[in-house]
């Protein structure tokens, strides 16, 4: 098969993944989607539980990939226990006494009896489990329902990576539903378009996609009336120093955005409006922060504004959760040895950034997760400090 139309056949796989992994959304359906999923597999029609959940999913409209997983609640480590307590749970409501499972009160039951335990007990066992199931999905999801018109941003910004691939997009998608900075980003409270924003360690370029959808739903006119309008910009520019990861934010942002490959440390940047420093100061050891944000400040302009999302190292176990993240991905990716991990308190942080001029507030950024997340909005505190930054050497 030629490459071409190999790859053609690949996008139309995952394309067809990604409908059957989004297919049945809403918080209603998906709730649906697991209750019913959990319900079939607590079936005793071991074998069938794939065609069950495909025929039901497809004529109630929930979705079949949800819903055969949690079909998978009768895998090999629970289901004995699922089918004894079916067996019992029947026996009890059909002949009002428990079925002993010894050999010989088996063969005086008889296995068509038994059978019919399994069955009646199911229903109940199901219905229950199901129940609890359905609880714990809508506690989770519902709140991701409440907006629909971010929610349909998250879509089309996540639906932008799926030609580079099924982890990308599924990735896309979980960073940016559960991630409060990239919803944030989308306030002109916070972000004022025009001019040129720069997202330093841009990774696959999440933030500038969201933007990008953003502002092509305000264009088509599918933005609230009540709504302010989201942050424009004249150009975008991504700077990821990553190879790989720089190459799939260059196919998923086309022309919506610039994605130079390169150490930010090392880049003479161009003058901007808006910056973005999302988790990537901590990366960098001490003096490097500091050359950085020095950089940043000459180059921003006099109404500029720069978001910086940090770690707390004063955030107690919060903290200890982002710690343990960054040494997870740092294993996984292979760079464990020369990874740099260097947080600052929430307070540090001010100082550090006043020492360049830069002064704002600072909001909490965790809501929904389990880090210790800081967002600090800033800007050149007076005329005085950016001509004494200017005067540092490059």
Known sequence: MPASERRAWQIRARRAFTGLR?????????TAAIAVGVFIGCLPFYGFHLLLCWIVGALAGLNRLKMYLAANISNPLVAPWLVVAEIQTGAWLRRGTLQ???????????LAAIGADAIVGSLVVGAILAAIAAAGTYSLVRESGTDRLFAELVRRAADRFVESSITAW???????RLDPAYRAVLSPDLLPGGGTLIDVGCGQGLALAILAEAR?????RRWPADRPAPPRFDRMIGIESRRRVAAIARAALGGAADVVEGDARAIDLEPARAVLLFDVLHLLPYPDQERL??????RLDSSGVVLVREADSGGGWRFAAVRVGNRLKALASGTARRHAFCPR????????????????DVRRMD???PFANVLFRLRAADAAARRFQSALPR
């Open 367 to 369: 809501e929904g997760t």
């Open 345 to 360: 308190t929430t307070e540090q942080w001010r100082e550090c950034f006043a020492r360049f001029g830069l002064e704002g």
């Open 100 to 110: 002993a499972l010894t050999p010989d009160a088996v063969a005086s039951t008889g």
């Open 293 to 298: 944000i020095a950089s940043i400040v000459r």
């Open 170 to 176: 599924e990735f896309a998608r979980g960073k940016l």
């Open 22 to 30: 989004i297919e049945g959304a809403g918080a209603g359906r998906e």
């Open 216 to 220: 092509q739903a305000y264009d088509e």
